[in-house]
């Protein structure tokens, strides 16, 4: 499989950043891996990465919805405000534990790729890997 550039996972949890760091880094997703404990500093984060990602060297941003400060929604409206060109070498995928109606009609109105429920698996990474990537899996 080709890797990604780069993934950054942004959860208030730091075990669940943690968790999901060493499944991406078995499973040789990217080439680098960024964590974030929370919408503002995942911000800062992926302005840096995104300005040397491009469309064929894509960004993961596994994304917790719920956080204190700035939640995963407050960042995808910020993210909106970055240039174009580094919007498009980005794929958010929400990643949350559950979710209130609510939210779930705030979500779609967001520019994410897709929302996939905690804890992450080979198979939910795979799916986002086909789904956003074009990419999978080798056959084991």
């Known amino acids: 499989m080709i890797k990604l550039s780069s993934v950054l996972l942004v959860d208030d949890d730091p075990l ?12 040789s997703v990217a080439d680098q891996y960024l964590s974030a404990n929370d ?26 919805v719920k956080m204190p400060g700035m ?3 407050d960042f995808v409206e910020a993210y909106q ?11 958010i995928v929400m990643h949350t534990a559950s979710m209130s109606s609510v939210d779930l009609g705030r979500i779609e109105s ?10 992450l698996t ?14 999978r899996f080798s056959a084991e």
Do not use: C, Y
């Open 71 to 73: 939640n995963g929604m």
């Open 81 to 91: 405000q970055l240039p174009e060109d580094q919007q498009q070498a980005v794929v």
């Open 39 to 64: 919408g503002r500093e995942a911000l800062t984060a992926l302005e840096h990465l995104a300005a040397d990602a491009h469309p064929t060297s894509p960004v993961l941003v596994l994304l917790d």
């Open 16 to 27: 669940t950043n943690d968790l999901n760091e060493r499944l991406l880094r078995q499973l």
């Open 122 to 135: 080979k198979e939910k990474l795979d799916t986002i890997l086909q789904l956003h990537f074009q990419r």
């Open 110 to 119: 967001l520019p994410i790729a897709g929302l996939v429920s905690k804890p």
